[in-house]
T-cell receptor, first 112, second 116 residues
């Protein structure tokens, strides 16, 4: 069974601070996605990374896929209250039905 | 472009009762997913459809859960009978199947089920 562990589970920081969220597995994924989910809503896709070592930037957010395609990180620079939410990584299986396995989630709260 | 629609948004039932959820995906999206998200956890895939065929239902508790997508468009998920541990948000998502694993799942707002 493929599992994705995210750390930390909870993070409460002040506006302007930097943070990194990790998504780790012992399994290889064909691609990895990061989502943000706000209360009462479904997850919204932020980015998809496909190639080992791939780095993508989305304004103040930097996403990296591990070289072995088993892990990923999300770094936020100068966090803002609008970044508050549940961050989820989701890895796509490399065989079978190629389904997405979601991580355990990181709940971020940015205080003004 | 209209998003993924789900109804109802909230449902409260007693254990052993039955309940059904409805999802209308984005027009033209062949793939439809039902996920279960227990409070504080990431979504867990229950069933995936490609048009009106089942691609993956390996994590669907088939003794009590059923789902259908008869005309390859909207879908219903049913629980009968419900248990306390079924309390969760049920998310529907749809996607275009693109090559290279870069397809985007668009999620609906979810149905929050409380089983008392």
């Amino acid at each position: 069974t493929q599992l994705l562990e995210q750390s930390p589970q909870f993070l409460s920081i002040q506006e302007g601070e930097n943070l990194t969220v990790y998504c780790n597995s012992s399994s290889v994924f064909s691609s990895l996605q990061w989502y943000r989910q706000e209360p009462g809503e479904g997850p919204v896709l932020l980015v998809t990374v496909v190639t080992g070592g791939e780095v993508k930037k989305l304004k103040r957010l930097t996403f990296q896929f591990g070289d072995a395609r088993k892990d990923s990180s999300l770094h936020i620079t100068a966090a803002q209250p609008g970044d508050t939410g549940l961050y989820l990584c989701a890895g796509r299986a490399t065989s079978g039905t190629y389904k997405y396995i979601f991580g355990t989630g990181t709940r971020l709260k940015v205080l003004a | 472009e209209a998003g993924v629609a789900q109804s109802p948004r909230y449902k409260i039932i007693e254990k052993r009762q039955s309940v059904a959820f409805w999802c209308n995906p984005i027009s033209g999206h062949a793939t439809l997913y039902w996920y279960q998200q227990i409070l504080g956890q990431g979504p867990k895939l229950l069933i995936q459809f490609q048009n009106n065929g089942v691609v993956d239902d390996s994590q669907l508790p088939k003794d009590r859960f059923s789902a259908e997508r008869l005309k390859g468009v909207d879908s219903t998920l049913k629980i009968q009978p419900a248990k306390l541990e079924d309390s969760a948000v049920y998310l529907c998502a749809s996607s275009l199947e693109l090559a290279g694993g870069r397809d985007t799942q668009y999620f609906g707002p979810g149905t929050r089920l409380t089983v008392l």
